[in-house]
C-alpha cells in the first residue's frame, strides 16, 4: 500500500502518522491493514493524512492514482545521493556517454545503499528502480 511505502521512505512509524495527522492510531491501523478503504474514508481524513506525509490527496487513494502516477512518485523524492545518481544515469542514457557503466555502477550502488544501509526506499520501491533503469531499459 502506498501510506506503507511512504512511512517506510519517511523512515516514520504509524503512530507518529496518526498524531501528525491528528487521526486516531485504530483508523490508520484499520487503513493500513485494509480493513478500512480509504475511498470510504472521509475527505478530511485523507486531507490530513496527505497534509502529514506532505503528498497530494489523489496520490493515496487507491483508486484515484494511476499506475503511472505512483511510479512517477518513486523517481522524485528520493535520498540526496541516489537523486543524484538517477539524475546522472539518466543524462548519461539520453547523452550516450562513454561512461555508462560507470554511471550504471554509482546508481546500482546508490540504490542498494538506499534500501539496505540507509533503508530510505523499500524493496518494492528499489525493484522498481532496478527494474526500470538496470535491468529493463533507462528513461
Not at 512509524?13 to 487521526?23: C, E, F, P, S
Not at 544501509?117 to 523499500?122: E, G, L, M, V
Request: proline share 2%; charged share 30%.
Amino acid at each position: 500500500m502506498i501510506i506503507d511505502d511512504l512511512l517506510a521512505r519517511r523512515k516514520m512509524t504509524k503512530y507518529r502518522l496518526a498524531v501528525d495527522a491528528g487521526i486516531p492510531h485504530a483508523t490508520l491501523n484499520d487503513i493500513c491493514s485494509g480493513k478500512t478503504k480509504l475511498e470510504k474514508c472521509s475527505a478530511e481524513t485523507v486531507y490530513k493524512l496527505s497534509k502529514a506525509l506532505d503528498v497530494p490527496m489523489e496520490l493515496l487513494t487507491e483508486g484515484g492514482i494511476l499506475q503511472t502516477e505512483r511510479e512517477k512518485s518513486f523517481e522524485h523524492g528520493l535520498p540526496e545521493y541516489l537523486q543524484h545518481d538517477l539524475d546522472a544515469y539518466k543524462e548519461g542514457v539520453k547523452n550516450h556517454s562513454s561512461l555508462l557503466d560507470c554511471l550504471w555502477g554509482e546508481l546500482y550502488g546508490s540504490i542498494n545503499i538506499a534500501e539496505i544501509n540507509d533503508r530510505a526506499i523499500s524493496s518494492e520501491h528499489a525493484d522498481y528502480l532496478r527494474k526500470k533503469f538496470l535491468y529493463g531499459g533507462a528513461a
